[in-house]
């Protein structure tokens, strides 16, 4: 088991990630009372639920909430349904929440602790590799409004994060892929040495290797958690991470929830910075290869929905929180390793890259 | 005009207390983006919306939504409103909600604030004597659910309040008692100097007479930033600040919100937890006396309502936040001017206080 410290003071928390980890009752040192809810969905509860309760033995009058599976179900009505859940079984301020699951389960789980009694303690045991790389590290939790993502949340950190690789063995294919999106970012925006690893590893991680697993995870977290200890309320460098989101968000809003995968809208949103960051002459033609080239290898789309035109990219980005004041800032790419946010772009190129379709697939080495 | 500073180190905020004070544009100053939203209910919108539109000047988008009137309107779902508008209105994360309104308002507007884009501005404009002296200060904001009161909330400092009493003019004469049970509820638990001057000034504060009001409402003020910058969390010395909260909830709870006035039900819940002080042996029938009077004197109601009984309040009393493993902790007098939080009292002594119904109000000098 490798331990990783998301260092933000009185906030601090561990990360466990390890093979099997499931059944060990990490988390039980980080819970303060006697009370605990697990929050879990229909896919993931037959798997886990039961394994999970029984790793907290008998001390906690552990009571459970099951929702239903998906990205569409990421709204207000289901935090009233765990929120109904705790005033049932009356849990009181010192309960904690768990959240077993993928990042809409743990996003929920989240920003019901940050409500309930003005904010109770959590713990997340994230079951996919996007939300073990993702929304399980830095504390944002929220919900998804019918006019953008994420528009309602609050900023909670979790009393630990436990992940175990071994749950990864019953992740459908395209979940899979969707993760890797995430960790082929952190390369992407910060670690050039890390894109390298990954390049050498992707067949490896395809296959769901247990040892490149828990590295790609452990230096995916590790990068993440460096970001957010710097950052922790996202007023500049955390930004950073959100590489391909802005372009992405509107491409899952567009498609209606759960019809793309986040991962997969990301890997598509990520290929049109990488085209823009190329048209200012930031990246090189060869950066764009490697970058399309990963991407295809860990098995995501690389070109938007051929539906959506320029302008309803637009009307989808102008709701983007990082929309200061009117103006549209994307993350961009430096070089490959390095990443800027920034609004100092010519409009008439971000049209270039949003009519590009899908040549952004086709684009050969110089 | 007096301003008091709320000292909550990067989260400090000013609060002004004055006559007018709506038309002067003090919050733009506060106000960091270019877009507001002003958040208002039917009553208060006919009476002072368009003078604090005015306000603001023409330096700013400024939208607006009504909500209907009311504690029972005080849930998710006008949460939901406020979300819409502001997404209709494109608000980005820079914006800055005011609460123009009374202390549902002001829950509801920071709670809306507190999860909107996981945090955005807000300014109160409080316009009950009650949200004047109570939730404008503390930056506790939240919504009722169907099984107990502000059981979903955030912590949410807002960057400014404006008290303006002439505003108290369009008063209702209830509301202005409800007030008047949080301005007493200061005095008996922390300051028996300003309990001596409320019974010397109550006749002037039932005549509104401004003076008298800014006097009131700035030391009620005073005591709750100095309570509230010693615990902004609420883990200790704040929960003195709920005398007569816990018995109050219930009966709010129990009647329908909306039915009792939240004032109303901390006035009778006060005389219940100065009833069980005074079984317990820490303060005098007279002081017992001197509590009912001033109660009266407010033309608050001093017995809970005939149709509740002792089991009512122990259920509804089990989920009440001061419940910590299943123990319940209630704030009860040492003396006036002195509160305790304790669970330490025989359940004996609180049945006698639940079941001791309309003595409450009959209790004569010792």
Tied chains: 1, 2.
Aim: glycine letters at 10%.
């Amino acid at each position: 088991m490798k331990t990783l410290n998301v260092d933000l003071g009185e906030r601090s928390y561990p990360i466990y990630i390890g093979e099997g980890l499931l059944d060990q009752g990490l988390m039980c040192q980080h819970i303060r009372g006697k009370q605990v809810l697990i929050v879990t969905n229909e896919t993931v509860a037959p798997l886990y639920l039961a394994r999970l309760q029984a790793s907290l033995g008998e001390h906690y009058q552990v009571d459970t909430v099951v929702l239903p599976d998906g990205e569409q179900y990421k709204d207000l009505t289901q935090i009233n349904t765990i929120f109904d859940r705790l005033l049932e079984c009356r849990h009181n301020r010192t309960t904690t929440l768990v959240a077993l699951g993928g990042g809409v389960i743990g996003d929920m789980t989240g920003f019901a602790a940050a409500c309930y009694q003005r904010g109770v303690d959590f713990v997340q045991v994230p079951t996919t590799v996007l939300s073990q790389v993702d929304s399980s590290v830095g504390g944002k939790t929220g919900v998804n409004h019918p006019q953008g993502k994420n528009m309602i949340g609050a900023f909670h950190q979790p009393q630990c994060v436990v992940i175990d690789t071994q749950v990864l063995n019953t992740l459908p294919e395209r979940e899979l892929a969707a993760g890797l999106a995430e960790v082929i970012k952190y390369g992407l925006i910060y670690d050039a040495e890390f894109l390298d690893w990954l390049e050498e590893n992707m067949d490896a991680l395809n296959a769901r290797e247990p040892e490149a697993m828990i590295q790609a995870i452990y230096r995916s977290c590790e990068v993440k958690a460096e970001v957010v200890a710097q950052d922790e309320k996202e007023s500049g460098i955390r930004a950073l991470l959100n590489l391909g989101h802005t372009f992405g968000h509107a491409i899952e809003a567009h498609q209606g929830y759960g019809q793309w995968l986040h991962g997969e809208a990301v890997g598509a949103g990520t290929m049109m910075a990488v085209d823009l960051s190329q048209r200012l002459g930031w990246i090189s033609a060869d950066d764009v290869v490697r970058a399309r080239k990963i991407l295809l290898a860990a098995k995501l789309p690389v070109i938007a929905p051929d539906n959506m035109t320029a302008n309803d990219f637009m009307d989808l980005m102008a709701v983007d929180k990082k929309v200061i004041d009117g103006q549209l800032r994307l993350v961009l790419l430096k070089q490959l390793g390095e990443a800027v946010v920034t609004a100092d772009f010519p409009a008439a190129m971000l049209e270039q890259t949003l009519a590009a379709g899908d040549q952004l697939g086709q684009i050969t080495s110089a």
